[in-house]
């Protein structure tokens, strides 16, 4: 009779995340209306609801919140953010 520790069983891997076949137009217009993250080129982030965006990339949120290292320094009704200060916008709720 041997006096090991039973060996613990092998668990499978967790499963990939859905996929995401959806086109960068089609998750902007997903999240319009929408809470969003929107970081700038200086590392700025402000949140708030996407109220609409152009072709530029030009940003209008509303109950905009301007956070800098983490930290909310500003908050704004409605805020213009010019496209081409923006590094990515990402969505701050589920879709």
């Known amino acids: 009779m041997d006096d090991f520790p039973p060996q613990p069983t092998e668990q499978s891997p967790p499963p990939p995340p859905p996929?995401?076949?959806g086109s960068p137009t089609d998750f902007?217009?997903?999240v319009v209306g929408k809470k969003v993250i929107v970081?700038?080129?200086s590392g700025v982030d402000y949140r708030g609801i996407l109220s609409c965006l152009d072709g530029y990339m030009n940003i209008a949120l509303e109950q905009t919140e301007e956070h800098v290292n983490g930290v909310v320094t500003n908050k704004y009704g409605d805020?213009?953010?010019?496209?081409?200060?923006?590094?990515?916008?990402s969505a701050a709720e589920p879709l």
């Open 19 to 21: 996929n995401q076949t």
């Open 28 to 30: 902007l217009k997903n």
């Open 79 to 89: 805020a213009f953010i010019r496209g081409n200060n923006v590094l990515y916008i």
């Open 39 to 41: 970081r700038l080129l």
